[in-house]
Nanobody, 125 residues
Framework: VHLVESGGGLVQAGASLRLSCAASGSPFSSFAMGWFRQAPGKEREFVAAISRGGTVTSYADSVKGRFTISRDNAKNTVYLQMESLKPEDTAVYYC???????????????????WGQGTQVTVSS
């Protein structure tokens, strides 16, 4: 599975961004997808995940109500819509695939087997 993120950038606090992650190499609809982020000097942390069919989602408490994960299996793409961005959202954002999740989603990074290269999101105050 090859994953490529896009859509990051530099924005002011309160702005919105939509990240995209395009997948290739395996049947996209057969695995769950997740978004993680890593700020400088910090561990990579869970942001959001979506089941293979898109019916189950999970969010970190820090982004609940502001971020929305979705997927378009026809386009082999998963999205992360980010609203009301805060400076503490600044990080490199990664998408990842979880080929063993079945119909559920998992929040631990160790469950995810393929990762994209990441896209930088910087939120200025």
């Amino acid at each position: 599975v090859h994953l490529v993120e896009s859509g990051g950038g530099l924005v002011q606090a309160g702005a919105s961004l939509r990240l995209s992650c395009a997948a290739s190499g395996s049947p996209f609809s057969s695995f769950a997808m997740g978004w993680f982020r890593q700020a400088p000097g910090k561990e990579r942390e869970f942001v959001a995940a979506i089941s293979r069919g898109g019916t189950v989602t999970s969010y970190a408490d820090s982004v609940k109500g502001r971020f929305t994960i979705s997927r378009d299996n026809a386009k082999n793409t998963v999205y992360l819509q980010m609203e009301s961005l805060k400076p503490e959202d600044t990080a490199v954002y990664y998408c990842a695939s979880d080929r063993s999740a079945g119909a559920v989603v998992r929040t631990t990074r160790y469950a995810y087997d393929y990762w994209g290269q990441g896209t930088q999101v910087t939120v200025s105050s």
